[in-house]
């Protein structure tokens, strides 16, 4: 059985039980959570060994054949292209289409989390290089000391010869750990899905939020059925560009109902290896840097809450100045939030909102019994830009086998 018919059942099993479960009782939707969380840790449970192994020969094989500024530079491009694209869609839409006001709260401002740049820096390079494989949130400190060992490994080939074995080795057994990881997801897909049902049938219960909940559902429509289609059809001279979107059923439902731009990565590098036939090299470099840093979807989603925000609390329109704000401050937030792999979104809009100050800092109130679909859709925009744009660097820097599609996973 195909790997996305798996997470649909699953999925689909989640749903139901969270309508036949009893909402009245806090201890079952604890118990859910609880189940929900495992899930979410059993997922993550391989990706740190995964990505420090598959990063280090992924740098010594680019940094060997002398392609490592090629793919960087295309990563980097593709990054920040599907950031843009993104971002400029969600502005555009919001501009256009005025949603319903939301009813403003006598709710306080608490303390909430933000973003310290500074720590992110610290944390990436820690006094010790071993420190950098502790923290399972924040994978930029792991890929960077991997891409050092498999650098350094490449400058002098033959002492590193039993290294690179040993690396070599240890990658093969971790993508076959991984890989047994990612079919066993979709029994922990029912968890994840039954406490995201609990969490949206409160939220869909105040009709405040469903306008918001389709403009965001007719974004992804639009960006997964249109935009990047086009994308790759100039791009990649594809003539069947929706085999990108098959590929990316199995990351995108797990980004949805997780959340969790970690979790998500475990299942988009085994379809982009295994589905789109994307080679190690490049696929173990430019995967985990599109989890870190490609959060266009959480700058999209991002901006239009807090349009909406800004919209219930005045009348008044935007100036030119404050549309190029929003896009500024919502386009460089995104690129720091990769020490949150969960509730990004959550953090950009009380950033935007404390940074625009005049009253609206504690704006973000308005939306937060909101932030389980907020962050749902950001999860999905994101792994559906994290395949698209893994195979475009991959068709562009030819380091991809054109894999059949009756033998995608």
């Known amino acids: 059985m195909k790997v996305w018919i798996k997470y649909i059942i699953g999925t689909l099993l989640g749903i139901i039980a969270a309508f036949i479960l009893p909402l009245n009782i806090p201890q079952v939707e604890s118990a859910v959570s609880s189940i929900s969380e495992f899930a979410v840790r059993f997922g993550r449970y391989s990706l740190i060994p995964l990505i420090f192994f598959g990063t280090a020969m992924s740098m010594y094989n680019l940094r060997n054949k002398k392609r490592i500024m090629k793919t960087s530079l295309w990563t980097a491009s593709t990054i920040i292209?599907?950031?843009?694209?993104?971002?400029?869609?969600?502005?555009?839409?919001?501009?256009?289409?005025?949603?319903p006001r939301i009813p403003i709260t006598g709710e306080k401002i608490s303390e909430d989390p933000t973003i310290n740049?500074?720590?992110m820096i610290f944390s990436t390079f820690p006094?010790?290089?071993?420190?950098?494989?502790?923290?399972?949130?924040?994978?930029?400190?792991?890929?960077?000391?991997?891409?050092?060992?498999?650098?350094?490994?490449?400058?002098?080939?033959?002492?590193s010869?039993?290294?690179?074995?040993?690396?070599?080795?240890?990658?093969?057994?971790?993508?076959?750990?991984?890989?047994?990881?990612?079919?066993?997801?979709?029994?922990?897909?029912?968890?994840?899905?039954?406490?995201?049902?609990?969490?949206?049938?409160?939220?869909?219960?105040?009709?405040?939020?469903?306008?918001?909940?389709?403009?965001?559902?007719?974004?992804?429509?639009?960006?997964?059925?249109?935009?990047?289609?086009?994308?790759?059809?100039?791009?990649?001279?594809?003539?069947?560009?929706?085999?990108?979107?098959?590929?990316?059923?199995?990351?995108?439902?797990?980004?949805?109902?997780?959340?969790?731009?970690?979790?998500?990565?475990?299942?988009?590098?085994?379809?982009?290896?295994?589905?789109?036939?994307?080679?190690?090299?490049?696929?173990?470099f430019s995967l985990p840097l599109f989890s870190i840093f490609a959060r266009g979807g959480t700058a999209l989603v991002s901006t239009i809450c807090f349009v909406t925000i800004f919209r219930s609390y005045t009348p008044l329109g935007f100036t030119f100045f404050d549309v190029s704000w929003i896009f500024g401050v919502a386009l460089v937030t995104s690129f720091a939030l990769g020490s949150f792999p969960q509730g990004g979104t959550f953090v950009a809009l009380t950033v935007i909102c404390a940074m625009y100050g005049?009253?609206?800092?504690?704006?973000?109130?308005?939306?937060?019994?909101?932030?389980?679909?907020?962050?749902?859709?950001?999860?999905?925009?994101?792994?559906?830009?994290?395949?698209?744009?893994?195979?475009?660097?991959?068709?562009?820097?030819?380091?991809?086998d054109k894999v059949d599609l009756k033998h995608y996973i």
């Open 161 to 284: 010869k039993p290294v690179l074995s040993l690396f070599e080795s240890a990658m093969k057994v971790c993508q076959t750990m991984s890989a047994f990881f990612v079919e066993w997801l979709s029994v922990g897909m029912i968890a994840i899905s039954c406490y995201w049902m609990l969490q949206a049938r409160s939220i869909f219960s105040v009709t405040t939020f469903v306008p918001i909940f389709v403009m965001l559902l007719a974004d992804f429509i639009i960006v997964a059925g249109v935009i990047y289609p086009i994308i790759l059809r100039f791009l990649c001279k594809d003539l069947h560009p929706y085999h990108i979107l098959y590929a990316s059923i199995c990351p995108i439902i797990t980004g949805f109902f997780s959340g969790d731009s970690n979790l998500t990565l475990l299942t988009a590098s085994r379809h982009t290896k295994e589905s789109l036939g994307i080679h190690d090299e490049t696929n173990n």
């Open 117 to 119: 740049i500074k720590e």
């Open 358 to 400: 005049r009253g609206f800092e504690a704006g973000y109130l308005l939306l937060r019994p909101m932030m389980p679909i907020l962050c749902s859709f950001a999860g999905a925009f994101d792994a559906l830009s994290a395949i698209t744009g893994s195979y475009i660097i991959a068709v562009k820097t030819k380091s991809f």
């Open 81 to 99: 292209g599907s950031t843009l694209i993104l971002l400029l869609l969600g502005l555009i839409t919001i501009l256009i289409v005025s949603l």
């Open 127 to 159: 006094y010790s290089g071993f420190d950098a494989l502790k923290n399972g949130l924040f994978l930029l400190p792991v890929f960077v000391i991997a891409a050092f060992a498999g650098g350094a490994c490449a400058s002098d080939i033959n002492d």
